[in-house]
């Protein structure tokens, strides 16, 4: 059975720092873009961060960009996404994702990652 696994959420203040971890096992990842997605109350699930399958390229929403990084380590099967200077509306519910080699301009589209995990709270407080 295949399982994306999130972990490393949690409470934090605004300026603080998170390490999400996802753990994949059922299978290899290492030729899957891996990517990190979010979701407020009342929000639609919105992109964050992707990795190629070398771990060579990313791609960030602009709303992250240098505060967060995300990386891999497909000997553990596993992407991270490292948070900085976390501000409250980065409070959301994160999600990994997986999905086979895409087209570049479709990296940001929920819809066509084939794997998620269950997600892991973020709390970001003033």
């Known amino acids: 059975q295949v399982q994306l696994v999130e972990s490393g959420g949690g409470l934090v203040q605004a300026g603080g720092s998170l390490r999400l971890s996802c753990a994949a096992s059922g299978r290899s990842f290492s030729s899957y873009v891996r990517g990190w997605f979010r979701q407020a109350p009342g929000k639609e699930r919105e992109f964050v961060a992707a990795i190629s399958q070398g771990g060579v390229t990313t791609y960030y929403a602009d709303s992250v960009k240098g505060r967060f990084t995300i990386s891999r380590d497909n000997a553990r099967n596993t992407v991270y996404l490292q948070m900085n200077s976390l501000k409250p509306e980065d409070t959301a519910v994160y999600y990994c994702?997986?999905?086979?080699?895409?087209?570049?301009?479709?990296?940001?589209?929920?819809?066509?990652?084939?794997?998620w995990g269950q997600g892991t709270q973020v709390t970001v407080s003033s």
């Open positions: 994702a997986a999905r086979p080699a895409v087209t570049m301009s479709t990296i940001t589209t929920a819809a066509l990652y084939d794997y």
